[in-house]
């Protein structure tokens, strides 16, 4: 059976604390996209020869990328201005000619 109380109490605390831990991880892998700034212009400028490696290891990479950005989420929380497009009435056009039979059976017809 689960212990009836947790070690932070109070709810209220709890979700705050996840917010603040959200919010630093989220500066803390701004932070690190900024550390290859550097590596990327060296790269652009080389032509992708020469670069100088990076200075942590790819596990660091991989951590951070899994919170990634803090734009990402606040993407879906901007909320663009609703545009109405102009209807477009559709008009049915006739067909230039009349339909024309092709090939002709030269069958007999069927007996009736």
Do not use: W
């Not at 212009?41 to 020469?50: I, T």
């Not at 990328?65 to 109405?84: G, K």
């Amino acid at each position: 059976m689960p212990p009836l109380t947790s070690a932070v109490p109070n709810r209220t605390l709890r979700h705050l604390l996840l917010a603040v831990a959200l919010v630093l991880a989220q500066q803390a892998a701004q932070v690190h996209a900024l550390s290859h700034l550097k590596r990327n212009l060296v790269m652009a400028e080389r032509g992708g020869k020469c670069v100088p490696p990076v200075n942590h290891p790819a596990e660091q990479c991989i951590a951070y990328h899994a919170v990634d950005s803090v734009l990402a989420a606040l993407a879906p929380a901007i909320d663009p201005p609703q545009v109405t497009l102009p209807t477009i009435a559709s008009a049915a056009l006739p067909a230039p000619l009349a339909a024309r039979i092709v090939f002709d059976s030269r069958a007999p017809p069927a007996l009736s």
